[in-house]
Protein backbone atom coordinates (compact mmCIF):
# COMPACT_ATOMS: atom_id res chain seq x y z
CA UNK A 1 0.00 0.00 0.00
CA UNK A 2 1.39 3.30 -0.42
CA UNK A 3 2.96 5.68 1.86
CA UNK A 4 0.12 8.31 1.37
CA UNK A 5 -2.64 5.74 1.79
CA UNK A 6 -1.74 4.00 5.31
CA UNK A 7 -3.14 4.84 8.27
CA UNK A 8 -1.08 5.37 10.96
CA UNK A 9 -1.08 6.16 14.92
CA UNK A 10 0.84 9.75 14.39
CA UNK A 11 -1.45 12.46 15.69
CA UNK A 12 -1.46 13.98 19.30
CA UNK A 13 -4.98 14.85 20.16
CA UNK A 14 -5.79 18.22 22.72
CA UNK A 15 -9.26 16.88 24.08
CA UNK A 16 -10.88 20.21 25.20
CA UNK A 17 -14.63 20.71 26.55
CA UNK A 18 -16.15 22.12 29.71
CA UNK A 19 -16.09 19.05 32.45
CA UNK A 20 -18.22 20.76 35.03
CA UNK A 21 -21.38 17.95 35.47
CA UNK A 22 -21.68 14.31 34.79
CA UNK A 23 -23.05 14.39 31.62
CA UNK A 24 -19.96 16.58 30.28
CA UNK A 25 -17.40 14.07 32.12
CA UNK A 26 -19.68 10.98 30.56
CA UNK A 27 -18.69 13.03 27.04
CA UNK A 28 -15.27 12.72 27.54
CA UNK A 29 -15.52 8.69 28.73
CA UNK A 30 -17.12 7.89 24.96
CA UNK A 31 -14.85 10.61 22.69
CA UNK A 32 -11.48 8.49 25.01
CA UNK A 33 -13.36 5.44 23.61
CA UNK A 34 -13.74 6.53 20.19
CA UNK A 35 -10.14 8.11 19.99
CA UNK A 36 -8.38 5.09 21.59
CA UNK A 37 -9.96 3.11 18.65
CA UNK A 38 -8.74 5.39 15.92
CA UNK A 39 -5.96 3.89 14.29
CA UNK A 40 -4.47 8.10 13.70
CA UNK A 41 -4.20 8.50 16.80
CA UNK A 42 -1.29 8.40 18.92
CA UNK A 43 -1.95 10.78 22.17
CA UNK A 44 -4.69 12.16 23.60
CA UNK A 45 -4.06 14.98 25.78
CA UNK A 46 -7.16 15.76 28.06
CA UNK A 47 -6.21 18.78 30.69
CA UNK A 48 -7.95 17.33 33.68
CA UNK A 49 -6.04 14.16 33.63
CA UNK A 50 -2.65 16.32 34.14
CA UNK A 51 -3.92 18.79 36.78
CA UNK A 52 -1.60 21.14 38.93
CA UNK A 53 0.11 19.03 41.69
CA UNK A 54 -3.06 16.11 41.13
CA UNK A 55 -6.06 19.06 42.39
CA UNK A 56 -9.43 17.63 42.04
CA UNK A 57 -12.25 19.60 42.41
CA UNK A 58 -13.12 18.39 45.87
CA UNK A 59 -9.54 18.75 46.73
CA UNK A 60 -8.45 17.33 50.14
CA UNK A 61 -4.88 19.93 49.83
CA UNK A 62 -6.87 23.01 48.76
CA UNK A 63 -4.81 23.39 45.50
CA UNK A 64 -8.15 23.90 43.29
CA UNK A 65 -8.87 27.15 42.68
CA UNK A 66 -5.95 28.68 43.89
CA UNK A 67 -3.92 31.15 42.19
CA UNK A 68 -0.78 29.19 41.98
CA UNK A 69 -3.59 26.35 40.37
CA UNK A 70 -4.45 29.32 37.78
CA UNK A 71 -1.48 30.03 36.47
CA UNK A 72 -0.01 26.48 36.37
CA UNK A 73 -3.31 25.44 34.69
CA UNK A 74 -2.71 27.98 32.56
CA UNK A 75 0.36 27.53 31.07
CA UNK A 76 -0.11 23.49 30.86
CA UNK A 77 -3.09 23.91 28.92
CA UNK A 78 -1.22 26.30 26.68
CA UNK A 79 1.79 23.75 26.54
CA UNK A 80 -0.58 21.40 25.22
CA UNK A 81 -2.51 22.93 23.19
CA UNK A 82 1.12 24.17 21.36
CA UNK A 83 2.57 20.60 21.50
CA UNK A 84 -0.57 19.27 19.69
CA UNK A 85 -1.09 18.37 16.62
CA UNK A 86 -4.83 19.23 16.71
CA UNK A 87 -7.82 19.90 19.20
CA UNK A 88 -11.02 18.09 19.25
CA UNK A 89 -13.53 19.95 21.60
CA UNK A 90 -16.79 18.43 22.98
CA UNK A 91 -19.06 21.80 22.55
CA UNK A 92 -21.35 22.02 24.53
CA UNK A 93 -24.21 24.64 23.33
CA UNK A 94 -26.57 24.17 26.56
CA UNK A 95 -23.65 25.46 29.12
CA UNK A 96 -21.79 27.45 26.76
CA UNK A 97 -17.42 27.84 28.20
CA UNK A 98 -15.56 30.79 27.58
CA UNK A 99 -13.11 28.18 28.10
CA UNK A 100 -13.15 25.78 25.32
CA UNK A 101 -14.18 29.17 23.13
CA UNK A 102 -10.50 30.50 23.62
CA UNK A 103 -9.05 27.31 23.82
CA UNK A 104 -10.09 26.94 19.74
CA UNK A 105 -9.49 30.49 19.21
CA UNK A 106 -5.50 29.50 20.14
CA UNK A 107 -5.15 26.32 18.43
CA UNK A 108 -6.27 27.95 15.79
CA UNK A 109 -4.21 31.00 15.66
CA UNK A 110 -1.36 28.06 15.76
CA UNK A 111 -2.63 27.28 12.54
CA UNK A 112 -3.75 23.78 13.94
CA UNK A 113 -6.88 22.07 12.54
CA UNK A 114 -9.89 21.91 14.97
CA UNK A 115 -12.69 19.53 15.08
CA UNK A 116 -16.00 20.01 16.98
CA UNK A 117 -18.63 18.00 18.04
CA UNK A 118 -21.75 20.29 19.27
CA UNK A 119 -23.61 18.75 21.91
CA UNK A 120 -27.40 20.13 22.87
CA UNK A 121 -30.32 18.40 24.54
CA UNK A 122 -32.20 21.25 21.28
CA UNK A 123 -29.47 20.96 18.82
CA UNK A 124 -31.91 21.64 15.97
CA UNK A 125 -33.16 24.88 17.83
CA UNK A 126 -29.43 26.23 18.66
CA UNK A 127 -27.23 28.57 17.14
CA UNK A 128 -23.68 28.35 16.91
CA UNK A 129 -21.42 31.87 17.11
CA UNK A 130 -19.64 32.81 13.54
CA UNK A 131 -16.13 32.92 15.28
CA UNK A 132 -16.35 29.25 16.51
CA UNK A 133 -17.92 28.51 13.21
CA UNK A 134 -16.06 29.60 10.62
CA UNK A 135 -12.75 28.72 13.46
CA UNK A 136 -13.38 25.36 13.08
CA UNK A 137 -12.03 22.88 10.49
CA UNK A 138 -14.37 19.97 10.26
CA UNK A 139 -18.13 19.52 12.11
CA UNK A 140 -17.66 15.72 13.68
CA UNK A 141 -21.51 14.28 14.20
CA UNK A 142 -20.78 11.23 16.75
CA UNK A 143 -18.99 9.29 18.34
CA UNK A 144 -18.62 6.68 15.72
CA UNK A 145 -17.37 9.28 13.27
CA UNK A 146 -14.37 10.28 15.95
CA UNK A 147 -13.12 6.85 15.85
CA UNK A 148 -12.97 6.80 11.97
CA UNK A 149 -11.67 10.50 10.88
CA UNK A 150 -8.71 10.20 9.43
CA UNK A 151 -6.24 12.71 11.61
CA UNK A 152 -3.23 11.62 9.34
CA UNK A 153 -4.44 14.36 6.89
CA UNK A 154 -7.28 15.95 8.43
CA UNK A 155 -10.18 16.27 6.06
CA UNK A 156 -12.18 19.39 6.17
CA UNK A 157 -16.00 19.56 6.61
CA UNK A 158 -16.25 22.94 7.83
CA UNK A 159 -20.34 23.23 7.20
CA UNK A 160 -21.61 23.85 10.56
CA UNK A 161 -24.37 21.73 11.17
CA UNK A 162 -26.29 24.31 13.12
CA UNK A 163 -27.64 27.83 12.47
CA UNK A 164 -24.55 30.47 12.56
CA UNK A 165 -24.92 33.76 14.11
Known amino acids: MAKDLQKKALTKIYLGTPYFNEEQRQRVEEAKEALEKNETVAIVHFPFDFQYQGATFDDPKEVFGTISWQNATYQNDLSAMSTSDCGVFLYDLDQIDDGSAFEIGFMR ?17 KQLNLMIARGTTSFIASFAELSQYDFNHFPSEPQAPIDVF
Not at 109 to 125: R, W
Request: hydrophobic share 45%; aromatic share 6%.
Open 109 to 125: AMHKPVLVLPFSKNLEQ
